[in-house]
Nanobody, 114 residues
Framework: VQLQASGGGLVQAGGSLTLSCTAS????????MRWYRQAPGKERELVAS???????IYADSVKGRFTVSRDNLKKTAHLQMNNLKADDTAVYYC?????????WGQGTQVTVSS
């Protein structure tokens, strides 16, 4: 299973970015897609997750600002990030849990300037 993440970049505080993660090499059925982030000097934290049936979970710090979605036919998950804050600056990773195994995409840098 391979995951390809994209969409990071530099944005001003209050701006928006959309991250995408596309899976290949495996069935997308019954996968849970997750977005994590890791800021310098901090542990990796879960930002949002979405099941195959589109049930979602968000970290408290992003509720109301971030929206996770997925397109099961295209095997793609998205993270729409609005009203970005400097504290959102981090490397963002997508993860797919398939059959109890986690597969990780490469990170994509999100930098929010204040």
């Amino acid at each position: 299973v391979q995951l390809q993440a994209s969409g990071g970049g530099l944005v001003q505080a209050g701006g928006s970015l959309t991250l995408s993660c596309t899976a290949s090499g495996s069935s997308f059925i019954r996968t849970v897609m997750r977005w994590y982030r890791q800021a310098p000097g901090k542990e990796r934290e879960l930002v949002a997750s979405i099941t195959y049936g589109h049930e979602t979970i968000y970290a408290d710090s992003v509720k109301g600002r971030f929206t996770v979605s997925r397109d099961n036919l295209k095997k793609t998950a998205h993270l729409q990030m609005n009203n970005l804050k400097a504290d959102d600056t981090a490397v963002y990773y997508c993860d797919a849990r398939i059959g109890g195994i986690d597969y990780w995409g490469q990170g994509t840098q999100v930098t929010v300037s204040s």
